[in-house]
């Protein structure tokens, strides 16, 4: 049967569709990705770095939460050529401006923040659209390159900072010229025979409904609610509870505290990007018990957080990486279930319409996140355990 559905996914795909969608997933989803990992060398360390994720995400929210009631009178084309530019705009406005150190101002930076995020949110909502028009393997495609986003965007930041030794200027001023792989890919990779067809009712490649769909009034239901709840669970557990989850340095791997942290966002990304490339290979159709699965993640980490209950830090990798499989798994379900289950001609919306549902989580998680960090490491401290303070 696995060997059947195999053959059945790859038969058939357009490797222009596959590799135009990968990219597309990757460049627009790593810029987001760039900054979070910029967070102290932005802001420095004084500013707490959830204003850089608030930054990053409440304009992305805002962008999908209006953009799909009128952005489809924007043709494709000249979408994609103001995504690049404006995200490119940003960046560049992030790099230029002076390090705090020097006198620059956060506001200057967070501007550049801003119009990345706002380019990022329409490009997501956009692009995950533009796969009604080329079939499931191009909605596979963009989820693994968002999944490929998390790793190669952390991990360049980080090599190119550290190991390569360029400063924090060169690094951001390099990713700034990251979204013209997006538009090479949309102009020279991508077939664009689909998108002059996207009037007519066949798609590129045609998607199958299952006998006893739901009615297309419920896929706010089905979607957005289990990826809204899975994305203030897993970004909770992110900026908040990751950072005090602290163990002896005796008993890890470690030698400084401050290596805990990205530790645990690697772990988290390549569960992410596992699971967000797992489509062509397995399917769910029910989306809350993994949402309530990372609940239930979040609850035992802040335990451990409080109660030191978790015997060893491996049992906690172990436990971040779950967590990534279930967010990934979520985000690329939810959108197969909606191309399989929403009408033809409600697809392209609902598909954009849907993207809210990450971000909006994503903010939530972030303003709680504010206190969060703050009273579990003040918790600790109270109780003698002050490595939360030594990050």
Not at 19 to 41: H, R, T
Not at 229 to 255: D, G, K, R
Request: proline share 5%.
């Amino acid at each position: 049967m696995f060997n059947a559905r195999l053959r059945a996914t790859f038969s058939g795909i357009d490797l222009r569709v596959g590799a135009a969608f990968w990219l597309f997933g990757l460049i627009n989803n790593v810029l987001y990705v760039i900054i979070l990992s910029a967070a102290l060398d932005l802001v420095g360390p004084s500013v707490p770095k959830s204003l850089v994720l608030l930054a990053d995400v409440i304009p992305s929210f805002l962008m999908k939460l209006v953009a799909p009631y009128f952005i489809h009178v924007v043709p494709y084309s000249l979408r994609i050529i103001l995504f690049a530019l404006i995200s490119a705009w940003g960046m560049l406005l992030i790099a230029v401006t002076p390090a705090y150190t020097d006198g620059g101002t956060i506001t200057t930076k967070m501007a550049g923040v801003i119009l990345a995020s706002l380019s990022s949110g329409a490009g997501e909502l956009s692009f995950l659209g533009l796969t009604h028009y080329y079939g499931s393997s191009s909605l596979a495609a963009w989820g693994s390159g968002t999944g490929g986003a998390g790793l190669i965007g952390a991990g360049a930041y980080a090599i190119a900072t550290t190991t390569i030794g360029l400063s924090v200027k060169a690094s951001l001023l390099a990713s700034a010229f990251l979204p013209v792989v997006m538009l090479l890919s949309f102009f020279l990779v991508l077939p664009r025979g689909p998108l002059r067809e996207k009037n007519k009712v066949q798609t590129h490649e045609d998607t199958p409904r299952r006998d006893g769909s739901d009615d297309a009034s419920d896929w706010e239901d089905r979607g957005i609610l289990p990826l809204f709840l899975v994305y203030v669970a897993e970004y909770l557990i992110n900026q908040s509870v990751a950072p005090t989850l602290l163990f002896p340095l005796n008993s890890t791997p470690f030698t400084h505290y401050r290596s805990f942290y990205p530790t645990y966002a690697t772990i988290y990304q390549l569960g992410v990007f596992i699971s967000r490339s797992s489509l062509p290979f397995f399917r769910i159709h029910r989306l809350y018990p993994p949402s309530f699965l990372q609940c239930l993640n979040l609850l035992l980490l802040i335990l451990q957080a409080l109660y030191f209950y978790i015997p060893s830090i491996y049992i906690v990798f172990a436990v971040i990486f779950w967590e990534g499989l279930l967010g990934g798994l979520v985000y690329v379900n939810t959108f197969a279930e909606i191309r399989d289950r929403v009408p033809t001609e409600e697809r392209e919306f609902a598909l954009g319409a849907t993207t809210v549902s990450d971000s909006g989580g994503i903010m939530v998680a972030g303003l709680v996140g504010l206190g969060v960090e703050t009273w579990l490491c003040d918790w600790q401290v109270k109780r003698g355990i002050d490595w939360c303070t030594r990050l």
